[in-house]
Every structure is written in structure tokens, then in C-alpha cells.
């Protein structure tokens, strides 16, 4: 059922939902030591200290001592020392308050979805709601399950799957029992983008994509210019359509197998670049009237080049074309321009009536879209004495994204909407559109094995910038000012004070106060 309007008022007061998930031991941490955890009475805090008597030493073992094969092959183990500032950060109880909600190992991925995502999908797929599209991460470390959480493993279904079969159960009851095909039954646009290393790549066709600005001033991927032998250059268009879940499940699936994955210190199959599911709600009229004004745009985009040609190129040996004869008449001299204005006129046109079918209120569901992102882990070089160069530059480039992306959040959270952090790095460029009026859950993941201590410290130091209300973080620097107000003012007085005392007096607290203390006093020249 949809949520009411309470629900979806209070909810969009929060800009990000941020939500915990604690998985459970794997086989590759039997016998490390657990973390002890202790959640709130509201289920809105979480309190973690390590294993008694153990002070992290499992976890500083692990860091300081990594397997490396030398050029013989054999395996040796090299120390690697952390740094003081590390050691320090062990060992302390931490608490981490305003989360939407925390998960437990017990919790599978069905209760997942039903806890944190199903009531976002729901106001998707609500009418009333001014909500268009809701952009899910899943965050953590490398091995910390996030992958499991939104892909799902095995036999248990991942977040997309559980969010496709509401979708498709809504569009089942749009038809009321009409099973004649028209041009606006629904059905769900699916692309698939890798991003690696600021490169961006379709799963389905592995084509590298374009980042551009589309006339709404939104950064959108674009496929590769395809030239026919009328010599217009058409976009190849991206993604996939479905018409039923078990369609999208299978369509998923196959792209999710060219996903760029590798083999680090850290995880067996670690997630090397970022994966972006979009998941859009389309008819087939919409996606004719799209490949109309494509067409139609491709025309005038070859017209205006051969105006620059006849223009700039005649210089040029290049020989023009033989689409171009048609309007190199010397007796009729405008024939290209009015064939431009034409032009201009017809993508003017294909333009109104795309713009007319998604403002229809017979589609209202038309171009709602669910965006799944699975971030790459968040890890560092040095923690691995057997880092390739390779690595190295993956793990830099991960990291200045999810740098970029925590910007993009912490701006969302203090309900500034500026534009200028999400020009930083291609991921916050492409989640632009989907970020601005939109729900948003970011799902922390965290590993209870104490090995992994500091990089679950790391994860929701990262998740902190994100979660809370514009209100709660105003009142917060509200109170923050004025403490540092008091502080300010208290110094001043102190120091006012100072300089009223006596030199005398200044000097007598001074030989009392050291060590090597004497009766005599020590005359003070004025």
C-alpha cells in the first residue's frame, strides 16, 4: 500500500536515510574475535566496543602481517607497521546516533527490503507523492556484503529483484484486467552502467559511454555515434527493455556478468568500479516518440555540418559525401538553409510531443525511476604490502569519487542544493538527476569480526556526513557557534585578566610554581 501522507511528509524532511547492516561472520573470519554491539531502545543508535582483552591486537596482526610472493613464488610474510595514529583509534568505544535503521545478522535480505527499501519503492509508485525517482547505495568496505545486499547471492533475491516484482505487480493492477496491448502499458527501461576509473561502460553492449548535458542541463550517459549510409550519425541506444520481471531479472543478470571485478588482499571477488541500476518506467509510446526526436535531431545535426563544411572546408581535399550533391545547386543557393530551418522546425515539433506524452495524465506512473548503486569498497593502498601499481591507481580513483559522492550528501543533508560538488567526480554527475527531488537511503555495511575494526570506524565516520535532518544539523551548528562563542569570549577574559595582574604577583606565581623554587625574590625593573 502506498504510505500516507504523514509518512511521506516526514520523510522527505529527512534528506538521507542512512541504515545499518551488521552481516554475520563468514567462513574466512572463524575464530577472529566479534565486535560487541548495543542498539538504542528507538533502534536509531548503535554502540560498538571491541572484544574484552583483545585491544584489536587480531586486527593489528592482520594489518602488519600480509602474505607477498617474492620472484621464486614463494609466499613470505612482510610487517607492515601502522601508524600511531591508528593504534590510538582502537580500542574505543564508539557510538554512532540518527540512523533511519539498523539491521542485525539475523536479518535476511527479504526483511532488508521490507525494513528500509520497500516503503521508497512505494512512494515511487504513489500518484499523490512529488517524488520522481529514489537513488539507493549500498557503502562499506570491501567484503562487507554490499554487493550481497542490492545483487543478491544464490537463491536470495537482491534488492533490485524485490523492487522490480512491486513494480510489476503495480503495472498488473493499472490494467484492471484489460490484457490488450497499447502503446501506454508500462514497462521498465533497465541500463546498466559500469564506472571505472572515470571511464564509463554499458554492461549490455560494453560500449564506452559519453558523459553530456542534456538541454535540461542533467549529465546523462550517451552511446556511440553510429553513421548509417545516408551519413546521419545516430546515438546507439543504451539499455534494455523489459515487460516482465523474470525478463529483467535474466537481463540483469547478464549484464552483471561483464561487470569489471578483481582479485585483492581484501576480498576474493572485490567489486573494482561502480555500478549504477537504473530502472525506468517507460511505455512503448514514449520510446518510439524518443527514437523519433533522435532521428529527427540527427538530421539537423548533419545539415549543420555540411553548412560548417561549405562554409570553413573549402580548403579541405576531403571530398563531401553523396547525400551532400543534393544541395550544392548553384542555381537554387538556399536550398540548404531552408532545408535547415525545416529541420529546426521538425525537431521543435518531435520535441512538443515528447514533451506531451510524459506530462500525460493517462501514464502518471511515465518516467519514475529506481537507481541501485553499488559502490566500489572503500579501501586504502597501504594497507596491503602486495599492492600492484594497478591497485593502487583503482583504489585513488574510488576514492575521489566517494569523496566527491560524500559532498554531494553532506550538501543534501544540509538541504543546500548546490551544483557545484557534483561537477567534482562523473559518479556524482550522473546521480545528479536522480539526487536533486529524490529519495535517498545510503545502507552502511560493516562486518562484526574485530579484524575489521577500523574500516567499519571508517564507514560510519563516512555514513555520519550523511544521515540527520537540514533542522537537527542547523540546531547542531546553531549550538556548536555558540559554544565556540563562549570559548572565544572566556579566552578573551582570561587573557584581559592576565594583563591586568601585577607584574609582581606574575612573577612570585611563576618561582613558586617551578621546581627549583628559591626564598630570594627577584627585583622587577619597571
Known sequence: MPPSASSSSASSKKAVQVVLRIRPLISEEEGDAAIAYKLSKDGKAVQLTPAEGSNNKNGEQQQQQQQQQDSTGKSTVVNVPPPLRRRLQNSTVKTYSGLTHILTPTNDNQHVYETAFQPVVQTILS?????????????????SGKTHTLLGYGNEFG?????????????????SGNDDKNDNDYCILVTATELYQDKVMDLFTGDEGAVRQNDKGMAVVRGPMVEDDQGRLEQRSLGKVCHTAEELLNCVETAIENRRVGTSTHHGQSSRSHLILELEVVTPALLQQRQTAAHQEAQ????????TEKMYGKHTDRPFPEWCHQYNDPKQPSILRNAIKEAEKTVKTAQNALTKIEKSDATPLLQQSLVF??????????????????ALGEAAGINRSLLALKNVLNSLRLDQ?????????????????????????????MSPSEASWRKTINTLNYTKMSGGSATAVAKASGSARKTAMKKRTAAK??????????????????NNNSPNTTTDAIPVQA
Open 300 to 307: 539537423l545535426t548533419r545539415l549543420k555540418w555540411l553548412q
Open 373 to 390: 548503486c553499488d559502490l566500489a569498497g572503500n579501501e586504502y593502498g597501504q594497507d596491503s604490502a602486495s599492492s600492484t601499481s594497478q
Open 493 to 510: 577574559t582570561t587573557m584581559e585578566k592576565a594583563r591586568e595582574q601585577p607584574t609582581e604577583n606574575v612573577e612570585n606565581e611563576a
Open 417 to 445: 542544493q548546490n551544483a557545484k560538488h557534483y561537477r567534482d567526480s562523473k559518479l556524482t554527475m550522473l546521480l545528479h538527476r536522480h539526487m536533486c527531488h529524490s529519495q535517498t537511503v545510503m545502507m552502511a555495511h
Open 159 to 175: 534488492m533490485y529483484k524485490y523492487a522490480a516484482q512491486d513494480l510489476f505487480e503495480q503495472f498488473n493492477k493499472e490494467k
Open 127 to 143: 500518484k499523490t507523492a512529488n517524488v520522481k525517482s529514489a537513488c539507493i547505495f549500498t557503502y562499506g568496505h570491501t567484503g
